[in-house]
């Protein structure tokens, strides 16, 4: 089954850098885009990036666009970002999620299939 | 950017009510709606893409309709399970923005 397990979470200063990785198993990495999804405590989902399959586009947020950056690795089934320039409200638990891909009525629906247990970023001084 | 707008931001409702959860897109974006559930302590799971398709293995009391601006995701006979908070996500185009999520618990 797919399994997808994220790490590089932790405590770090404002203003610093930290580098999460999700790697995937159980499923065809190389072939699916990726995505990125935080929550700060007690808040809501927020979108972060994807990544497409082959890592040749990606997408941002506005809140994080500049300072994250998304890159994958397919021969080690590995989704990493890249947190710079680190503020506060970057706090919360960072999910990578694999895109699940349907057909309906011959249109594609990408949506978030699969998710992974989160790591924890906390931002801190 | 489109924005999700739900309502409403939380709700109490008995055993076997009917529930229903409205997501408004400030643009419209055909049917590339999905619905997700979050239970307490765990990470989102799908339940609903294309505005109404079920996701395989989702119980037949979840429902979702509308295309364009307007989405609702409906539980027809609310169980104790169902207790979770429910989030729209629009996915035709980047950013795949969430709404902000309605918090459902039982009366």
């Known amino acids: 089954q797919v399994q997808l397990v994220e790490s590089g979470g932790g405590v770090v200063q404002p203003g610093k850098s930290l580098r999460l990785a999700c790697v995937g198993s159980g499923f065809r990495f190389g072939a699916y885009a990726m995505h990125w999804v935080r929550q700060a405590p007690g808040r809501g989902l927020e979108w972060v990036t994807l990544t497409s399959y082959d890592g040749s586009q990606t997408y941002y947020s506005d809140s994080v666009k500049g300072r994250f950056t998304v890159s994958r690795d397919n021969s080690k089934n590995t989704v990493s970002l890249q947190l710079t320039g680190l503020t506060p409200e970057d706090t919360g638990v960072y999910f990578c999620a694999k895109e699940g891909i349907a057909t309906v009525q011959g249109l594609i629906h990408q949506t978030l299939e699969s998710w992974g247990q989160g790591t924890l970023v906390i931002v801190s001084s | ?107």
Not at chain 2, 26 to 51: D, E, R
Not at chain 2, 64 to 76: K, R, V, W
């Open chain 2, 1 to 107: 950017d489109i924005q999700m707008t739900q309502s409403p931001s939380s709700l109490s409702a008995s055993v076997g009510d009917r529930v229903t959860i409205s997501c408004r897109a400030s643009q419209a974006i055909s049917n590339y709606v999905a619905w997700y559930q979050q239970k307490p302590g765990q990470v989102p799971k799908l339940l609903i893409y294309a505005a109404s398709t079920l996701q395989s293995g989702v119980p037949f009391r979840f429902s979702g309709s509308g295309s364009g601006t307007e989405f609702t995701l409906t539980i027809s006979s609310l169980q104790p399970e169902d207790v979770a908070i429910y989030y729209c996500q629009k996915y035709n185009s980047a950013p795949r923005t969430f709404g902000g999520g309605t918090k459902v618990d039982i009366k």
